[in-house]
């Protein structure tokens, strides 16, 4: 469904990117892991047209979409998260739901009555399967951090995107609310569309991917079944260091 052929990424000397070559494919739910710095979250800025790139390609289902604006990305079916979360603050959750959907849509917000529409409908089953239908009215800046990151995993489930990029779905969570996370992304997220999650949580990544690409200083230095990137020496000097608690 993605592929990366040679993907670069340079900010002036320093290079981010170093020629990055990456297949998913449809249905697959691949993390992508490594230290702070590694490039994890440049390589999902670069898909999807925050950054252009600096070489290489992209192809998504066939079509070559190097370079293209983030908003053709995004209609192509391409959504994604945010390491830092980018809600409306001051709207209810049922609005930013409705504002995630209404990009996929032609016309004006404001030309039909949400609540009687039949995306009204669509808002609250996403709502619903997130666990946030009684927060409906609730500003978004009014909830507290895991209720937050749960509102952008509904803001993308209301795309209906084929592509999901989850940047730190997790970030700043206990382990009790990453392993609730866990249980969205591999029950609601992950089935029917193909899942690229970045993290840093061990314990969520082994728990919801089938397979492990490991990016350090901007290069992908293993690539594979969860189980056996974890075992390499490499991984665990450069990621884990020496510990053997590969759990948190």
């Known amino acids: 469904m993605l592929a990366l052929e ?3 990424k340079r900010f002036d000397a320093l290079v981010a990117l170093a020629g990055i070559d990456l297949e998913v494919a449809t249905g697959e739910v691949l993390g992508i892991i490594g230290p702070n710095g590694s490039g994890k979250t440049t390589l999902l800025n670069t898909v999807t047209g925050v950054y252009p790139p600096s070489g290489g390609r992209v192809s998504f289902r066939g079509t070559d979409i190097t370079g293209w604006k983030g908003h053709r990305i995004a209609r192509l079916g391409i959504a994604r998260t945010f390491q830092n979360i980018r809600l409306f603050p001051t709207m209810t959750v049922f609005q930013n739901v409705r504002a995630a959907q209404h990009s996929r849509e032609s016309g004006s917000l404001f030309d039909r009555p949400a609540s009687s529409s039949v995306s009204a409908r669509s808002v609250e089953f996403v709502l619903e399967q997130v666990g946030l239908l009684e927060e409906r009215e609730v500003l978004a800046n009014h909830l507290p951090l895991p209720a937050r990151r749960r509102l952008e995993v509904a803001r993308l489930l209301a795309v209906d995107a084929h592509l999901v990029l989850l940047d730190e779905p997790a970030g700043g969570m206990t382990p009790a609310e990453t392993a609730d996370m866990a249980r969205l992304i591999r029950e609601v997220v992950a089935p029917g569309r193909t899942c690229v999650v970045i993290e840093h949580k061990l314990a969520l990544i082994t728990s919801v991917c089938t397979r492990l690409c490991v990016l350090d200083l901007g290069c992908k230095i293993a690539d594979g079944i969860p189980d056996e990137v ?13 510990s053997d608690d590969t759990g948190s």
């Open 6 to 8: 040679g993907l670069e």
């Open 230 to 242: 974890l075992a390499n020496s490499r991984v665990r000097d450069l990621y884990l260091g020496a």
